[in-house]
């Protein structure tokens, strides 16, 4: 009846998929909320692809199992075009543990230039 078993536990991960398109109006900002789903406070960077969008601050170290509001604007300058401008908010942090890469979270972006009244 008594006694210790042991099993062992093989566990296979994916990486977190990309979200959006989160979109913009031109001139304006929106947030997206960002969790960090490790149990100690990291490091964090943010970055963007595009130069039309701009972030309020290049990273932040989150407290653990906490959410956190990235402010992302789109400034809007009239590329002579009325097609949306498109970009990447890519969220990083160090290698995580047992990892031996750094992890990545991708969130698309989309820039809705001025004097375009439907946004889809």
Same mark, same amino acid.
């Given at each position: %009846? ?20 989160? !979109? ?48 992302? @604007?789109?400034? @809007?300058?009239?590329? @002579?075009?009325?097609?949306? !401008? %498109? @970009?990447?908010?890519? !969220? ?17 972006? +989309? ?8 946004? +889809?």
């Amino acid at each position: %009846m008594g006694g210790d078993y042991t099993f062992p536990i093989f566990a296979v991960c994916t990486p977190p998929k990309p979200q959006g398109p989160f !979109v913009i109006k031109a001139g304006s900002t929106t947030y997206i909320t960002f969790r960090n789903n490790f149990p100690n406070t990291t490091a964090f960077t943010f970055t963007v692809d595009n130069p039309a969008f701009h972030i309020s601050k290049g990273g932040d170290n989150i407290k653990g199992k906490k959410d956190h509001r990235i402010v992302i @604007g789109y400034d @809007g300058a009239d590329s @002579g075009t009325k097609a949306p !401008v %498109m @970009g990447k908010l890519i !969220v990083s942090c160090a290698r995580s543990a047992g990892g031996s890469t750094p992890a990545q979270w991708i969130y698309y972006l +989309k820039g809705i230039p001025p004097d375009v009244k439907d946004v +889809k």
